[in-house]
């Protein structure tokens, strides 16, 4: 019903619907660009961020420090099949002569659960020197441990170490955060075709939060004091 100079106007509840509707339908078409443009404009940044600057390990050139972000690990302190693979590539990276020092870089926001004390344990079991290893605790998501690793352990230079969906954002990001990044990623866990296959689709959403925690340029959530472990890893 409309009202007009006085007059009521019965208008048919069809016309009502179909108004409803395409105002619906422009709404959400709307969404739907404002979406893709975001997500295309996300990648792209990601892209030109770590354009030249992704490597295989033969190739990629030497730095002081190996940045491992963390993964899952299973109860009892087992690291999955995708952390382990990385750690495997900032072992060979550090016995080649390519790094000097490990920065493992995880979550331990619960006592029972601690990714960087896992891929810690992983690596000396496999003969990397514990004084090479350093822990970063508190690095919740990518942001984080790059902004730590810069802020709070002092590092300049590093090649970062992830699974090859995940390279190009974690160097970009790192870039932009204070440090000469470069990266290696690994394949060898493509054989895992489910967890690979929503890790892939989870990336997409993941470099949209990237491009927005450097928009906002928060703080990593928890900062503190600067913590030596690299310098004396490096000395």
């Known amino acids: 019903m409309l009202t007009r100079s006085g007059i009521v106007i019965r208008v048919p509840l069809p016309y009502l619907l179909y108004r409803l509707t395409r105002r619906l339908v422009t709404v959400g078409a709307l969404a739907a660009f404002l979406g893709i443009f975001v997500l295309v404009s996300s990648s792209l940044w990601v892209s030109r961020g770590a354009a ?38 900032a072992r060979r990276l550090l016995q080649a002569g390519k790094v000097r020092a490990i920065l493992v870089s995880g979550d331990h926001s619960r006592w029972e659960y601690d990714e960087p004390g896992a891929m810690q344990v992983y690596l000396v079991a496999r003969g990397v020197p514990a004084a090479q290893v350093v822990l970063d ?11 730590r690793a810069h802020r709070i352990f002092g590092v300049d230079k590093a090649i970062v170490v992830t699974q090859s969906y995940h390279v190009a954002r974690a160097v970009t990001l790192c870039r932009h955060l204070g440090i000469d990044a470069t990266g290696v990623g690994d394949d060898t866990v493509r054989i895992y075709t489910g ?41």
């Open 137 to 147: 605790y508190a690095g919740f998501d990518t942001y984080d441990s790059c902004a």
């Open 52 to 89: 030249g600057r992704v490597y295989d390990e033969a190739s990629v050139p030497a730095a002081p420090v190996a940045l491992v972000l963390g993964a899952e690990v299973y109860p009892g302190g087992t690291p999955s099949p995708f952390l382990a693979a990385r750690l495997d590539i």
């Open 195 to 235: 967890p690979w296959r929503n890790s892939v689709i989870r990336e997409r959403g993941a470099v949209v939060k990237a491009a927005y925690d450097m928009l906002s340029h928060r703080d990593p959530v928890f900062l503190g004091r600067h913590e030596t472990g690299i310098e004396r890893a490096l000395s």
